[in-house]
């Protein structure tokens, strides 16, 4: 594990407001919130030249040499538009496959059922990644599948899926693929050459680092052109987004003009900083420095190094009984960390993000932050139940 400094610099939060160690909403950098200081007509050309921009360079991070796919941004938070993806690509005839471990699978599934879309299930539980050898078989005893829809990096546990092995199967049995990589997108390297999938998903507050009010699609085209009059809702149409942005330039209805001009001034920062690969190596030592320096105070990951990803890393709760996370999260608070609670079924946890504008002294700083909240809990140990260790075993 490495411990030294990425070649990205960061802007620290200014005026001693709290680091949100969270998967997004997340720390942005102060020339990112100082972009927001204008006003934007939505149908003048210098708003219309930002929205243009976006899409030309969001499709340019997955190196689409053959120019077979297009961006469509679209209003709202990133759970929009997965539910804009699932309603717009999947036909009304169609059957999709979920792979689901964790509450962003649960999610899609719970949208499927909303929006009338046949599906299955593989559900791996909390912590489990699904394989390719289980979804093959999925695959071939049930030839009505048409779709296969994954989540790349669960922010739920942190699990990095193994969306490489996945997309082979899934295309090997003549499937199409379906990424939700909402937390990971900008930062795991993502590219035409080196997957297969037919749309993938991120919205403005995740690894770009940009504030929260978009998400956008990247998606091959011919799928979008068989798409009309597909979706479930106007609103979440992204055939029709699409066909009004190339019309006109312009978002059918109101944009979010503040969080556009804020993501281009991201999107500036993460190219000049050297793009995906050195966003990579920033949040990777930043995970490395955290689950080091917590493992040092007796904390233990929830998953196995294997399946760790660089986003954001779940602690079991110490056995302890002096250990309260409602306790220990205002103390995190009281020292500058805004840390995530938990969203596991089985055990009790804890989750600490690795992304936005925070290098590897702030991670130092987390665990310093940790150190001393456990004492001043009176917690002194913080080993993990027994129990949870045995579960980890089995993984
Ligand atoms: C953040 C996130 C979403 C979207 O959540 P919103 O709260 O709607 O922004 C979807 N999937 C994953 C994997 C995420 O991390």
Redesign the pocket.
């Known amino acids: 594990m490495s411990n030294k400094n990425s070649n990205e610099n960061v802007q620290p939060p200014a005026g001693g407001e709290p680091y949100l160690l969270t ?2 909403p997340l720390t942005t950098a102060i020339s990112v919130k100082q972009a927001m200081l204008r006003d934007w007509g939505s149908w003048d050309e210098d708003f219309r030249s930002m929205t243009r921009q976006l899409r030309s360079e969001l499709l340019a991070m997955i190196e689409d040499t053959q120019n077979d796919f297009e961006c469509v941004p679209i209003q709202g ?4 538009v ?1 539910e804009a993806m699932l309603g717009t690509l999947l036909p009304r005839d169609s059957k999709t496959l979920v792979l689901v471990n964790g509450a ?1 699978g649960q ?1 899609m599934v719970k949208t499927l059922e909303r929006i009338g879309r046949d599906h299955a299930i593989i559900d791996k539980g909390d912590y489990l990644p699904p394989r390719g050898d289980e979804v093959r078989e999925a695959l071939d005893a049930d030839p009505a599948i048409s779709h296969v829809v994954v ?5 739920s546990s942190g699990i990095l899926n193994p969306i490489e092995e996945l997309s082979e199967v899934v295309y090997a049995a003549g499937r199409k693929l379906l990424i ?1 990589s ?2 990971g997108f900008g930062a795991l390297p993502l590219t035409i050459a080196g997957l297969r999938f037919e749309a993938i998903v991120s ?1 403005a ?2 690894c770009i680092e940009g504030v ?1 009010g978009f ?1 956008f699609i990247l998606v091959r085209r011919s799928e979008l052109e068989q798409a009309q009059g597909c979706c479930h809702s106007l609103s979440l149409d992204l055939h029709d987004q699409w066909v009004q942005m190339e019309k006109t330039g312009q978002w059918r209805y109101t944009p979010p003009t503040h969080v556009v001009a804020a993501f281009i001034e991201a999107l500036r920062l993460h190219r000049q900083a050297g793009g995906v690969q050195t966003r990579l190596e920033r949040y990777t030592q930043n995970r490395d420095t955290l689950v080091t320096g917590m493992r040092a105070l007796g904390f233990e990951t929830l998953l196995q190094e294997r399946w760790l990803s660089p986003i954001i890393v779940t602690f079991f709760n110490p056995a302890d009984s002096a250990f309260e996370f409602d306790r220990f999260y205002q103390l995190m608070k009281a020292k500058g960390y805004i840390i995530y609670p938990g969203k596991l079924t089985v055990v009790d946890s804890f989750r600490i993000g690795c992304i936005g504008q925070m290098d590897t002294s702030v991670m130092l700083g987390v665990v310093e932050a940790a150190d001393k909240s456990l004492a001043e809990m009176g917690v002194t140990s913080a080993e993990p139940p027994q129990q949870a260790l045995e579960q980890r075993s089995k993984l």
């Not at 938070?77 to 929009?80: A, E, I, V």
């Not at 989540?151 to 922010?155: A, D, I, L, W």
């Open positions: 998967p997004g938070s990133g759970t929009f997965v962003y999610r989540v790349h990096c669960e922010t939700d909402m937390s919205s507050n995740k929260p998400g």
